[in-house]
Nanobody, 126 residues
Framework: VQLQASGGGLAQAGGSLRLSCAAS????????MGWYRQAPGKERELVAE???????????TYADSVKGRFTISRDYAGHTVSLQMNGLRPTDTAVYYC?????????????????WGQGTLVTVSS
């Protein structure tokens, strides 16, 4: 199973960008999907996460710094998650990573796994 992220790029302060991520490969069950980011010289931090509470819905949580500006959305059937980022600020500049906690069927046994996408750079200019 792998995560493939897309989107990101360069935006001006106040602008918008959208990130998308898809999980594929093998037989798996996604528990949570979300986004982390890591700015230069800083630790990786949670941006937003959707944790499933049923096969088709979940609960979203956000970092305080992005509440009201970013929106996470998840397609449970399509195994994708997106992050709509509005009102971007220079402090949002970072490499954004798609993240998932899931269970993967290997043989006849389910195994818990944690996956990271390849990272996509978001740069916000002032």
């Amino acid at each position: 199973v792998q995560l493939q992220a897309s989107g990101g790029g360069l935006a001006q302060a106040g602008g918008s960008l959208r990130l998308s991520c898809a999980a594929s490969g093998g037989i798996f069950s996604l528990n949570s999907m979300g986004w982390y980011r890591q700015a230069p010289g800083k630790e990786r931090e949670l941006v937003a996460e959707d944790v499933a509470d049923s096969p088709s819905s979940g609960k979203a949580t956000y970092a305080d710094s992005v509440k009201g500006r970013f929106t996470i959305s998840r397609d449970y059937a399509g195994h994708t998650v997106s992050l709509q980022m509005n009102g971007l600020r220079p402090t949002d500049t970072a490499v954004y990573y798609c993240h998932a906690n899931l269970e993967v069927l290997q043989g006849s046994t389910w195994h818990a796994q944690e996956l990271w996408g390849q990272g996509t750079l978001v740069t916000v200019s002032s």
